[in-house]
């Protein structure tokens, strides 16, 4: 099957359409967002010993 001029017309624009992403993607000002506000020193502390609490428990448990 042989191209045609609207085949070929669809794939430049792809094409600029991808090069136009990739561009922004590349050379774009973006700075990365957060998805959630960071926890505060203490609390995250506290949230570390737990988690660690809860790991030393169910590893006891599971050597019974």
């Not at 070929?8 to 136009?20: I, K």
């Not at 992403?21 to 774009?28: D, K």
């Not at 502390?45 to 428990?57: D, K, P």
Request: hydrophobic fraction near 45%.
């Amino acid at each position: 099957m042989a191209p045609t001029t609207f085949t070929s017309l669809v794939m430049v624009a792809f094409a600029v359409v991808v090069l136009t992403i990739a561009s922004y993607a590349w050379f774009g000002d973006w700075k990365p967002r957060p998805r959630r506000t960071p926890l505060p020193e203490d609390r995250t502390s506290a949230e570390v010993e737990a988690l660690r609490r809860a790991i030393e428990a169910y590893e006891r448990e599971r050597d019974r």
